[in-house]
């Protein structure tokens, strides 16, 4: 079973859109998925509720990973994904421990991308991979403003999907729908979370094979 949690300490970069759409689309391969909420707004349980799809995609919540994990791979789940709540630093390491990959989504703006700094140096120390996601691009702009950020975090060493998901309408619907991004009515939507979950896939695994080494202090 691998584990990845989503996660980062500012709020309102997409954190929980992000982890619907690529648990939707993990689930369209034939995967098991499993979810878990962290959030205080169970936003991700809300959207689960309003899924017309209710085969699949397992919904815990709580305020712990830890506690859920081990009935999902008693239960024979391919992957868990973990909506981590913003903001809350000790519940972000609690996240971080038990992931094998930590997915950072990002705007692409200078303070955005300064404040979720503390996600980046969380997972860091905890020696885990990590892969930072660049989200709410506005479509207009998406190979300036994505090339632009790129480079910034390129210079600061950091791991960054190739594939930049986009500030689309659809992606709201998709939400309100309790869809994911596959499911969107946009092949544009869906096209950019089927790449990114290509990618997102591929890192985990990658890390998931990888040694456990030991932890270090923030």
């Known amino acids: 079973m691998i584990v990845i949690a989503v996660?980062?300490?500012?709020?309102?970069?997409g954190?929980?859109?992000?982890?619907?759409?690529?648990?939707v689309a993990a689930e369209a391969e034939g995967a098991r998925v499993g979810l878990i909420d962290l959030d205080p707004q169970r936003s991700l349980e809300r959207w689960r509720r309003r899924r017309l799809n209710q085969v699949g995609l397992t919904l815990a919540f709580g305020a712990h990973a830890q506690e859920h994990l081990e009935d999902f791979k008693t239960g024979g789940f391919d992957y868990v994904l973990i909506d981590a709540p913003p903001a809350f630093i000790p519940?972000?390491?609690?996240?971080?421990?038990v992931a094998d990959l930590v997915v950072i989504p990002l705007r692409p703006s200078m303070l955005d991308l300064m404040a979720s700094s503390q996600a980046v140096s969380v997972a860091r120390a905890g020696n885990k991979s990590f892969l930072c996601v660049l989200n709410g691009v506005d479509h207009r702009e998406r190979k300036n403003a994505g090339r632009?950020?790129?480079?910034?975090?390129?210079?600061?060493?950091?791991?960054i999907a190739d594939t930049v998901l986009t500030h689309r309408k659809p992606y709201?619907?998709?939400?309100?729908?309790?869809?994911?991004g596959s499911e969107a009515r946009d092949d544009n939507v869906a096209e950019e979370v089927t790449a990114l979950w290509a990618e997102v896939k591929a890192a985990a695994n990658e890390a998931a094979e990888k040694p456990v080494e030991a932890a270090t202090d923030v």
């Open 172 to 180: 709201v619907t998709a939400m309100a729908a309790g869809q994911g």
């Open 7 to 13: 996660a980062n300490t500012k709020g309102g970069v």
């Open 91 to 97: 519940q972000l390491r609690d996240c971080v421990e």
């Open 148 to 159: 632009a950020s790129k480079e910034m975090l390129f210079a600061y060493d950091l791991p």
């Open 15 to 23: 954190k929980t859109t992000l982890c619907a759409s690529l648990a």
